[in-house]
């Protein structure tokens, strides 16, 4: 009986704390549908022409305002209530007390900032959603939660065709002087060509005749009149100062698939970019602390055995 007790006392503490939070962004909204028809109302812009001592006691009040809004908009957008506050020139402030008197400042909003303060440089909160990034938003998040998360659990490291390849020749690019072209044999009968921009990081001499892994069902790509069918795998620094290619070890075979633990099963044929697989999972690449490159904890491997950078530990792996 008590433990059911706990269970129905656990439910309603989390029901609640989801009512109080639905409140408080409704308040938030209000308060700021109310400044906004404060502004028009008063019209400052012609206040500020015939009497400037009354367009102040507005505008400041529209800035206590604003410091209130960020307060109360903190659980639900951090970043923005930091930037809030930042270009208000004051200290973040988040959290409103009945006993210091702070709930009653909504009543007096010109006394919240003090007399002849300076703001800092203003700045758009908001930046404009072009059509592209609305349409990868619409892809990503549409339907129901439950729709989304089928989707996720399908994105994996399977679906990756990532090989062991041999360069067989590189040279610079003709028309760009950061890439190289590399002729790799990725275990087909035909030569892949790749474009990679490692010129800055690798000398020429070290991407002759060297084992690298390749992302060989990217869709083709043309770069600078030269259309590349895959990616070299390279780790950066945290800095970007210092990159590296991820090694095979000396023993793999050429064309054999990288294996990530849990991860089997077929490729696919051609990655469609629209559902921007790579990139999702791409984030999750890295070198740990031993130089091993993972899939979060999970290393790359092959029939000889686990697959190594030369120096940069903790690095991002593109």
């Known amino acids: 009986m008590d433990h059911l007790l706990n269970m129905l006392e656990n439910w309603w503490r989390k029901a609640m704390e989801k009512v109080k939070l639905k409140k408080g962004l409704h308040t938030a909204m209000l308060l700021s549908n109310a400044g906004n028809t404060y502004l028009q109302d008063t019209n400052f812009w012609e206040l500020y022409k015939k009497d400037k001592p009354s367009c102040a006691v507005v505008i400041r009040t529209a800035a206590g305002l604003v410091h209130l809004l960020a307060r109360l908009l903190e659980p639900f957008m951090p970043s923005f209530s930091r930037e809030v506050f930042k270009q208000l020139n004051l200290p973040p402030h988040f959290s409103l007390s009945e006993e210091k008197g702070e ?62 390849g041999k360069i067989v020749k590189a040279e610079k690019h003709p028309k760009a002087d950061a890439l190289y072209v590399e002729e790799i044999d990725v275990g087909e009968d035909q030569l892949y060509t ?31 009149e030269i259309v590349s069918q895959g990616m070299v795998l390279a780790v950066s620094s945290s800095d970007g100062s210092k990159v590296e290619l991820v090694e095979p070890p000396e023993s793999a075979k ?51 055995g686990e697959c190594k950078v030369s120096s940069i530990s903790n690095g991002t792996i593109r």
């Open 103 to 164: 709930v009653l400042q909504a009543s007096s909003l010109w006394e919240i900032l003090p007399s002849n303060h300076r703001i800092g440089t203003p700045q758009p909160l908001f930046k404009k959603m072009e059509e592209e990034e609305m349409k990868h938003y619409r892809e990503n998040f549409a339907g129901s939660q439950a729709d989304r998360l089928a989707r996720d659990r399908e994105i994996t490291m399977a679906r990756l065709d990532i090989r062991v």
């Open 194 to 224: 790749v474009v990679s921009g490692l010129v800055n990081y690798i000398p020429l001499e070290e991407m002759q005749n060297r084992l690298v892994f390749v992302l060989c069902n990217l869709k083709p790509a043309k770069m600078r």
């Open 254 to 304: 050429i064309g054999e698939r990288v294996t990530i633990p849990g991860f089997e099963g077929e490729s696919d044929n051609v990655l469609n970019p629209k559902t921007k697989i790579w990139e999702k999972l791409v984030v999750d690449l890295h070198t740990n602390e031993n130089l091993v490159a993972c899939y979060k904890d999970l290393p790359f491997t092959t029939s000889a």
